[in-house]
C-alpha cells in the first residue's frame, strides 16, 4: 500500500508569497497524490465520495460489471443520445477516475478484484454486508486480512441492524429519512401523496459524509498506524444533512398550508422580477423594516402614527404589494435594493449563469473537460482550496474499460489482457 504522506504532512508545502515583488513559491503536490482508491459502487452516492477522492489527487480505479455502472444508463444524455457514455449522472459523478471492467460473478474477476483491494489505501462500495460475503469481501475479513487497509462503506441504512439488507430506491431512502418532508413544506403541500425529493438531490449526503469519514481514517492510520471500517448509512447522512427541517416537522406536525400564489407571504419568499426570480427571507422585525426601506416605506406599512405594522398584521395584502413592487424591477434592482437595506435575499440563478458568474470564474470552479464521446463540458471540481499543495490534473468520465489492461495486467497470469478479455473476465 502507498503511503497517505499528504494528508498530515504539508508543511514542507509552500504557498505563493503575498509580497508581488517575490515569485511565487513551488506548491506541494496535489492533497491526496499517493493514496489508491478502489471503488466498487454504482449509481450516485459511493461513487460521489470517491470522485471527491478523484479531484483531491488520489488514484481512484472504479470497478464496473461487464455492462457498466446503472449510472450509464440514467437519463438524461448527452449527445449521443442515448449513449452508455453520456449520461449527464454518469458523466458527473465519475471524473477523474479509471474504469476497469471485471466479471465478479467468475473466480478470476473476483481474484483480481481481490488483489487490486489489496494494494490499495481505501476500498469504497455501497454493497450490503450479504453482497459482499458473496464476493469473500466481508468488511471484518478484509479488516484482518489488511490491517492498513480502510474499508469504506455507504449502504441504504448501514452495515449491521435488521435493516441492514433492506433493499431501497432514492425516493424510498429520502422519505425513510425524512428528507422529503422538507419538500412537501417547501412547496406548501399539506394533502396528497408524498413526493419525490428531486432526482438524486439527497443521495449526494451519504457520498459527501463517506467522504469526510474515510478522510478521517486515512489521519487516523497515519497517528495509529492501522486502517478501520468506515461506515456511512445514507439515511442518517441525509437526517444529519437536512436535520432543520426534520425537526420542523416533528415539532409542528408537519408543513403549513400552501401560500397565496401571487407573491408568497409578508415574509417575502420567492418574488418574480421581470427578468427572472429571487428569494428573500424577512422573517425578523429588522429584516421586515430592511424590505419595507428597500421599496422606499410604502404607506400601507406603517398605521396612523407612523409606526410600522407587523408583517403578521398585513397578510396577503403585503405580500401582493411586495409581488408587485418586484415584478416591476429587474431580479438585480431587487437583489440589490433589498442586499442594501439588510433584507436576506438572493437572486435564482440558472446553471448557466452560475458558471458563468465572475466569482467562480476567479475561483477556477468550473473545469472544461474533453470527453472522446458526449461533447466538452464544464465540470465542478472539489468545493475547497488548499495553500500549498497544486490542483490535480483532471480528466472526463472514463469510458467502460478503458483502464481494465493497464490495472489487471500484472494480476492476470497466466494469461494475457487479451485472453482475459477473451475469456469475459475483463471488459
Known amino acids: 500500500m502507498s ?10 508545502m509552500t504557498t505563493p508569497s503575498s509580497d508581488p515583488t517575490q515569485a511565487p513559491e513551488t506548491l506541494g503536490p496535489p492533497l491526496l497524490e499517493g493514496v489508491r482508491v478502489v471503488e466498487l459502487a454504482e449509481e450516485v452516492a459511493a461513487p460521489f465520495a470517491s470522485k471527491l477522492f478523484a479531484d483531491a489527487g488520489a488514484e481512484t480505479i472504479k470497478i464496473e460489471p461487464l455492462t457498466g455502472d446503472v449510472a450509464r444508463r440514467t437519463a438524461p444524455f448527452a449527445e449521443p443520445s442515448p449513449h452508455r457514455e453520456t449520461s449527464t ?4 459523478y465519475n471524473t477523474s477516475k479509471r474504469s476497469v471492467a471485471l466479471d465478479l460473478e467468475s473466480n478470476s474477476g473476483r481474484r483480481v478484484l481481490q488483489q487490486l483491494i489489496s494494494e490499495s489505501d481505501v476500498f469504497i462500495t455501497d454493497r450490503t454486508p450479504r453482497q459482499l460475503s458473496r464476493l469473500d469481501l466481508s468488511p471484518e475479513d478484509l479488516r484482518e ?26 425516493l424510498t431512502r429520502a422519505h425513510a429519512s425524512g428528507s422529503a418532508a422538507g419538500v412537501r413544506r417547501n412547496l406548501g ?56 427541517d426534520i425537526s420542523i416537522a416533528h415539532n409542528d406536525g408537519g408543513p403549513p398550508a400552501r401560500p397565496p400564489t401571487k407573491g408568497g407571504s409578508a415574509f417575502g419568499g420567492r418574488l418574480e422580477c421581470s ?43 403585503a405580500g401582493d404589494a411586495i409581488a408587485e413592487w418586484a415584478l416591476a424591477r429587474t431580479r438585480d434592482e431587487v437583489f440589490r435594493a433589498l442586499q442594501t437595506n439588510s433584507a436576506p435575499a438572493g ?28 461533447p466538452s463540458g464544464r465540470y465542478p471540481q472539489f ?45
Open 3 to 12: 503511503t497517505c504522506h499528504c494528508v498530515l504532512d504539508c508543511l514542507g
Open 89 to 92: 449522472t454518469w458523466l458527473a
Open 145 to 170: 486480512r489488511y490491517p492498513q487497509l480502510i474499508i469504506a462503506a455507504v449502504t441504504p441504512f448501514g452495515l449491521i441492524g435488521s435493516a441492514a439488507e433492506w433493499p431501497s430506491t432514492a
Open 189 to 244: 403541500a399539506n394533502t396528497g401523496a408524498p413526493l419525490m425529493a428531486g432526482a438524486n438531490v439527497h443521495e449526494a449526503d451519504g457520498g459527501t459524509a463517506l467522504a469526510l469519514a474515510t478522510w478521517a481514517a486515512l489521519i487516523a492510520r497515519d497517528r495509529f498506524g492501522h486502517g478501520q471500517i468506515v461506515d456511512v448509512a445514507s439515511t442518517d447522512a441525509m437526517m444529519n444533512m437536512d436535520r432543520v
Open 275 to 317: 427578468d427572472g426570480h429571487i428569494i428573500a427571507v424577512t422573517p425578523q422585525g429588522h429584516q421586515w423594516a430592511g424590505l419595507i426601506k428597500a421599496m422606499d416605506d410604502p404607506e400601507w406599512a406603517f398605521d396612523a402614527e407612523g409606526k410600522l405594522i407587523d408583517r403578521l398584521e398585513l397578510g396577503e395584502e
Open 347 to 374: 437572486p435564482v440563478m440558472r446553471p448557466s449563469e452560475v458558471m458563468n458568474s465572475e466569482q467562480e470564474r476567479f475561483r477556477g470552479f468550473f473545469d472544461l473537460l474533453d470527453h472522446p464521446v458526449a
Open 383 to 427: 468545493a475547497a482550496q488548499w495553500t500549498g499543495t497544486s490542483r490535480s490534473p483532471r480528466a472526463s468520465a472514463p469510458l467502460l474499460g478503458s483502464s481494465s489492461a493497464d490495472v489487471t495486467r500484472s494480476h492476470l497470469a497466466p494469461w494475457s489482457p487479451a485472453q482475459a478479455r477473451r475469456a469475459g473476465v475483463i471488459g
